[in-house]
C-alpha cells in the first residue's frame, strides 16, 4: 500500500506527495501526458526529441546537469507511445533544486538552434545505432505498421522514418511544447523524506505562476478489429531466423488486462513456462523464446517472440507454437499453475515498490490513466484472476485471424 496526498495547482498542476522518511532522499517525477501517439503522422518522433531537448538548457538554466550534480542529485528521463517522464533523486535537503530545474524549463525552454542542431544530430544517430545498424533492430518499425493500420501505435517511439526528424524546424518544436508542455499536462510526484506542507510551498512558489495551456483534445483513430491472419517476411544479414508473433488486446484499465498479463506469465515468463519447456528444453527448436504484453493505455498488443535454432526453418518454429496455443486453449488449467504465476506477478510488484523512485513514478502513471488510486489495487485485480479467466483470455486473444507474424530471416543459411 502506497500513502499518498494530493492537491491542484490552479493552473491544473495535479501534485501527488508520498512521505516517506526512513532515508535522506527524495524523488522527484514530473509526467507529462504526451507520447509518440499524440504526434502528427507526418511529424513523428517528437516526442522522444522533446525528452532530448529538454536536457539542452532553459532560459535561466543553460546547463541543467550541472545544479544538481552540485547538490548530489541524478536524473533521466524516457519516452514511450503514451508519456513523456523526466525524473530525479537527490537528498531531501536539496529538494528545492529539483523545483527550480523542472518548472524553470516548463516555463521557459531555450529554444536555441544550436541545441535543436545538436539534439537532432544525437537522435538520428541514436535511430541508426539502435534500429537501423543492430540485428533484429528495425523488427518493430516492421511490426508495429503491420498489427495497426489506424491507431497512432503504427510507428515506434523513434518515429517513422529519420527524414521527419531531419525536416523538424524550430516552428514545429514551438508548435509542440506549447501544444503540450503545459501545467494542466503534467503529473508532478514528490515522494521520499519531504512534507506536504513544504510541498505545497514549493510547487506554489515554482509552478504556480506558469500559466494554464488549452486543454488537450485527443481524438485518437480507433484501431478496428483484426479479421485475418497478416503475415510479412524479410530476409536480412542476421545471424538466425527469428519470429515475432502479435495479437490485438485489451487496454490497460480493460477488466481482461490482468487475465491476458498473467495468460503471457503462464505462456512464456521464465524457464517455468509452456513455451520454454515444450520449444526450448523439450523439442530444442529454439534458443530463445517468450511472451509479454505492451501495457499500453489504448489496446495494446500481446506478444511472443523467439530465436529458432538452425536445424529448424522458422515455419515449423510458428506451426509449433500454433499446436501449443490450441492445446493450451482446449485444456483446463490448473489452480496450481495459476497460484504460481500470480504469485510471481506479485512478488514483482511488491518488490520493485520497495524502491521510492519506482512508488513515485507509479503514482504519476496512475493518475495518468485517470485515479491515482489505481496504484494500490494492483495486488487485489492480480489476485482476483481465476483459471477461467485465463482461458477466456487465451481464447479471445491468441486467434490466427487477430495476428500479425513477422518472419525475420537469415540470409545465412
Known amino acids: 500500500m502506497i500513502n499518498y496526498e494530493s492537491f491542484t495547482l490552479a493552473n491544473g498542476l495535479k501534485v501527488i506527495v508520498h512521505e516517506d522518511h526512513s532515508a535522506p532522499i527524495a524523488a522527484f517525477n514530473l509526467l507529462y501526458k504526451v507520447g509518440a501517439r499524440d504526434e502528427d503522422p507526418e511529424k513523428t518522433g517528437f516526442a522522444h526529441l522533446f525528452e532530448h531537448l529538454m536536457f539542452g538548457g532553459s532560459k535561466h538554466v543553460p546547463e541543467y546537469d550541472e545544479p544538481l550534480q552540485k547538490v548530489g542529485g541524478d536524473n533521466n528521463a524516457f519516452t514511450s507511445n503514451d508519456i513523456t517522464n523526466y525524473y530525479i533523486t537527490l537528498p531531501s535537503s536539496n529538494l528545492e533544486t529539483a523545483f527550480w530545474l523542472e518548472s524553470d524549463r516548463m516555463l521557459s525552454l531555450s529554444f536555441d538552434p544550436k541545441v535543436l542542431e545538436v539534439q537532432r544530430s544525437v537522435v538520428i544517430e541514436e535511430f541508426k545505432q539502435r534500429y537501423l545498424n543492430q540485428p533484429y533492430g528495425d523488427a518493430w518499425l516492421k511490426l508495429r505498421p503491420l498489427a495497426y493500420k489506424e491507431h497512432p501505435y503504427r510507428w515506434a517511439t523513434i518515429g517513422k522514418e529519420i527524414s521527419h526528424i531531419e525536416k523538424a ?11 503540450y508542455y503545459l501545467p494542466n499536462n503534467a503529473v508532478l510526484v514528490v515522494a521520499g523524506d519531504v512534507t506536504l506542507s513544504e510541498v505545497k510551498r514549493l510547487s506554489e512558489k515554482w509552478f504556480g505562476e506558469i500559466p494554464m495551456g488549452k486543454a488537450v483534445e485527443k481524438n485518437l483513430p480507433v484501431e478496428p478489429e483484426q479479421t485475418e491472419y497478416r503475415l510479412l517476411e524479410v530476409e536480412e544479414d542476421v545471424p538466425i531466423d527469428s519470429l515475432y508473433m502479435v495479437f490485438h488486446m485489451g487496454a490497460r484499465l480493460d477488466d481482461s488486462y490482468h487475465a491476458t498479463d498473467l495468460l503471457s506469465d503462464i505462456l512464456g515468463r521464465g524457464k517455468s513456462s509452456r513455451l520454454y519447456n515444450e520449444l526450448i528444453e523439450q523439442k530444442r527448436m529454439f534458443s530463445s523464446l517468450s511472451a509479454h504484453v505492451s501495457g499500453s493505455l489504448d489496446p495494446g498488443l500481446f506478444v511472443i517472440e523467439g530465436k529458432l535454432n538452425t536445424e529448424f526453418t522458422i515455419e515449423e518454429g510458428e506451426e509449433a507454437i500454433w499446436n501449443l496455443i490450441e492445446a493450451f486453449k482446449s485444456e483446463e488449467l490448473s489452480e496450481l499453475e495459476v497460484t504460481k504465476v500470480k504469485n510471481k506477478a506479485e512478488s514483482t510488484l511488491v518488490f520493485s515498490e520497495m524502491e521510492l523512485l519506482n512508488r513515485a513514478m507509479n503514482l ?21 484472476v481465476g483459471p477461467e479467466d485465463i482461458l477466456a483470455a487465451a481464447k479471445k486473444v491468441l486467434r490466427k485471424e487477430n495476428a500479425s507474424v513477422l518472419r525475420y530471416k537469415s540470409n545465412k543459411k
Not at 524546424?169 to 501544444?179: G, I, Q, Y
Not at 504519476?364 to 485485480?381: C, P, R, W
Request: proline share 0%.
Open 169 to 179: 524546424t524550430m516552428d514545429d518544436v514551438k508548435e509542440f511544447f506549447f501544444k
Open 364 to 384: 504519476a502513471y496512475a493518475e495518468m490513466l485517470g485515479d491515482v488510486s489505481l496504484v494500490n489495487q494492483e495486488l487485489a485485480k492480480i489476485r482476483g
